[in-house]
């Protein structure tokens, strides 16, 4: 069965500090895709990123950077010099591919509460 | 591009009172749809998708019921609220794919049921 694990429930850093949000998943497909959603206090979700199983890539898009280690299971969020605005509910999500007409839906972890305090 | 409607914004109800949360997309066809309910504290539980107009698939058994009257209209509904039912309802859309596609999300209806 699928599952994310999200074990930080809330984080609480001070501005300009780096953080990481852990995220480990289970899943029996060796085809799979992972994702980071934000929901900051307007309760909308915000799609961050998405990355497939078959690339380990890390990859950096300004502040943000994603560690993807099959290995481990883990698929890890990095805040370089965090902001106040970062302060969010951050979601990490997982979904199989499925074929012959199948929905692979997203799976998604508690989330960590990330407080970014001034 | 595309865009996604969901309201209203916020829903006092009173237990055993039908409800009718109403979510639209805009600027793509054949939309995968869902529903997603975030109760208090917790993550994000799927309630309904839906592949195509009249498909829909639920995930977990519950009091909620939807449909998909349109193509790109997806409606979350219930003749008789619980308050269990209380939480924050988002629909969200992604392309038609196996898998593998991000989801968008509207901004959610907060529901709370008294």
């Known amino acids: 069965a699928q599952k994310v694990t999200q074990a930080q429930t809330e984080i609480s850093v001070v501005e300009k500090e780096d953080v990481t949000l852990d995220c480990v998943y289970e899943?029996?497909?060796?085809?799979?895709?992972l994702f980071w959603y934000k929901q900051p206090p307007s309760g909308e979700l915000v799609f961050l990123i998405r990355?497939?199983?078959?690339?380990?890539q890390n990859e950096i898009s300004g502040r943000y950077s994603w560690n993807f280690q099959k290995s481990t299971s883990s698929f890890n969020f990095t805040i370089t010099a965090s902001q106040v605005v970062d302060s969010a509910v951050y979601f990490c999500?997982?979904?199989?591919?499925?074929?012959?007409?199948?929905?692979?839906?997203?799976?998604f972890g508690k989330g960590t509460k990330l407080s970014v305090k001034p | 591009s595309q865009t996604i409607h969901q309201w209203p914004a916020t829903l006092v109800q009173p237990v055993g009172s039908p409800l009718s949360l109403e979510c639209t997309v805009e600027?793509?066809?054949?939309?995968?749809l869902y529903w997603y309910r975030q109760a208090a504290g917790r993550g994000l539980q799927l309630l309904f998708y839906?592949?195509?107009?009249?498909?829909i698939s639920s995930e977990v058994p519950q009091n909620l019921s939807a449909s998909r009257p349109q193509d790109r209209q997806f409606i979350l509904s219930s003749k008789k609220l619980l308050l269990s039912d209380s939480g924050f309802y988002l629909c969200?859309?992604?392309?038609?794919?196996?898998?593998?596609?991000?989801?968008?999300f509207g901004q959610g209806t907060r529901l709370t049921v008294v």
């Open positions: 899943t029996r497909d060796t085809t799979y895709y």
């Open positions: 600027g793509t066809s054949n939309p995968n």
């Open positions: 839906s592949v195509g107009i009249g498909q």
């Open positions: 990355r497939n199983s078959f690339d380990e």
């Open positions: 969200a859309w992604s392309l038609p794919s196996p898998g593998g596609t991000e989801a968008f």
């Open positions: 999500a997982l979904s199989e591919a499925l074929y012959g007409g199948s929905q692979g839906n997203l799976i």
